[in-house]
C-alpha cells in the first residue's frame, strides 16, 4: 500500500511538470500568433488608400500650409442627400508584443490551469505521506493493545549452552504480524544481565489465531541463574502475556526449574 501510494505520488508530479511545459509553450506559440496578426494588419493598414486616389488642390493646400484649415467642399447637388462615408477603421491593442487583450487571457488561463495541476500534485503527495506516516503509527500500536501469548516455556543446559524452547500464539483480536523474533535474557544470582540471543520463531507470519513454536540456543555461562523471555519485531518490542499453568510470572525463571 505504501509502495502504491508512494508511485501515485511521483505519477501526480511528473503529470504537473508535463502540463507546465504544455501550457508554457502554449502560451508561446499564442504569442507568436498574435505578433503575425499585428504585423499583417499594421502592413493592411498602411495599404488602406487606394493606390489611383490623387490628391485634390485643398490637400495640396493643407499640405503646403498646414496651419490653415481646408475649406470645406461645396456641394455641387444642395437637394442630394448627403451620403456619410466611414472609412474603415483598423483597431490595434497594444499588449505584449502586439498581442490582444484575449491572447493574453488565454496565456493567463493557461499558466492558471498548470498552477493547479502543480498544487494538486504537491496536496495528493501531502496525502500520501500523511496516509504513509499514520499507517506506521498504527502498526506500531496494534501489538501493544493486542499482546501475544507465551502458552509454554521450556529450557535445558547442556554444559555452557542453554536451549529455551516454547509456544507462542497471536490471540484472535490480534492483527496479523511479520518477523516476530524471541529474545532471551540472562542474568546472575543478584539480578545483574549478563547476555542475551535472539533466534526468529518458525513462522514467518503469524495470523490471528496462529501459534508458532521457537527455540533459542545460546552459550550460558555456569554464574547464569535466570532467564527471561521476550519478543520483538522490526519495529520494537511486542508486548506479550504468560498464558502457562500458573498464571502469569513478572520475575525471571530459574534455570533449576523444569
Known amino acids: 500500500m505504501d509502495g502504491l501510494l508512494i508511485v501515485v505520488t511521483v505519477l501526480s508530479l511528473v503529470?504537473?511538470?508535463?502540463?507546465?511545459?504544455?501550457?508554457?509553450?502554449?502560451?508561446?506559440?499564442?504569442?507568436?500568433?498574435?505578433?503575425?496578426?499585428v504585423a499583417a494588419l499594421s502592413a493592411a493598414a498602411g495599404m488602406a488608400q487606394p493606390p489611383h486616389a490623387q490628391p485634390s488642390a485643398a490637400t495640396d493646400r493643407i499640405a503646403?500650409?498646414?496651419?490653415?484649415?481646408?475649406?470645406?467642399?461645396?456641394?455641387?447637388?444642395?437637394?442630394?442627400?448627403?451620403?456619410?462615408?466611414?472609412?474603415?477603421?483598423?483597431?490595434?491593442?497594444?499588449?505584449?508584443?502586439?498581442?490582444?487583450?484575449?491572447?493574453?487571457?488565454?496565456?493567463?488561463?493557461?499558466?492558471?490551469?498548470?498552477?493547479?495541476?502543480?498544487?494538486?500534485?504537491?496536496?495528493?503527495?501531502?496525502?500520501?505521506?500523511?496516509?504513509?506516516?499514520?499507517?506506521?503509527?498504527?502498526?506500531?500500536?496494534?501489538?501493544?493493545?493486542?499482546?501475544?501469548?507465551?502458552?509454554?516455556?521450556?529450557?535445558?543446559?547442556d554444559g555452557g549452552n542453554l536451549l529455551v524452547t516454547g509456544l507462542v500464539r497471536n490471540p484472535q483480536a490480534g492483527p496479523p504480524v511479520e518477523r516476530v523474533s524471541a529474545v532471551v535474557l540472562l542474568f546472575g544470582p543478584q539480578g545483574a544481565f549478563v547476555t542475551s540471543a535472539t533466534a526468529p520463531i518458525d513462522f514467518v507470519r503469524l495470523a490471528s489465531g496462529e501459534e508458532s513454536p521457537f527455540v533459542v540456543r545460546m552459550q550460558a555461562p555456569s554464574s547464569v541463574a535466570r532467564y527471561r523471555v521476550s519478543f520483538r519485531t522490526e519495529d520494537g518490542t511486542v508486548t506479550h502475556v504468560d498464558r502457562r499453568d500458573g498464571g502469569?510470572?513478572?520475575?525471571?525463571?530459574?534455570?533449576?526449574r523444569q
Open 64 to 157: 503646403s500650409r498646414p496651419w490653415r484649415a481646408a475649406p470645406a467642399p461645396a456641394q455641387e447637388n444642395a437637394s442630394a442627400p448627403a451620403i456619410e462615408t466611414a472609412a474603415p477603421a483598423v483597431v490595434l491593442n497594444t499588449g505584449f508584443l502586439g498581442a490582444s487583450a484575449a491572447t493574453l487571457d488565454t496565456g493567463s488561463h493557461q499558466r492558471g490551469l498548470a498552477v493547479a495541476a502543480a498544487v494538486f500534485a504537491v496536496l495528493l503527495g501531502a496525502f500520501a505521506l500523511v496516509r504513509v506516516g499514520g499507517g506506521n503509527q498504527v502498526a506500531n500500536s496494534v501489538p501493544a493493545s493486542v499482546p501475544l501469548e507465551l502458552l509454554s516455556l521450556r529450557h535445558e543446559r
Open 15 to 37: 503529470v504537473a511538470l508535463v502540463m507546465s511545459v504544455v501550457a508554457w509553450r502554449a502560451s508561446t506559440e499564442e504569442r507568436q500568433r498574435a505578433a503575425a496578426r
Open 248 to 256: 502469569a510470572q513478572a520475575a525471571p525463571v530459574a534455570l533449576t
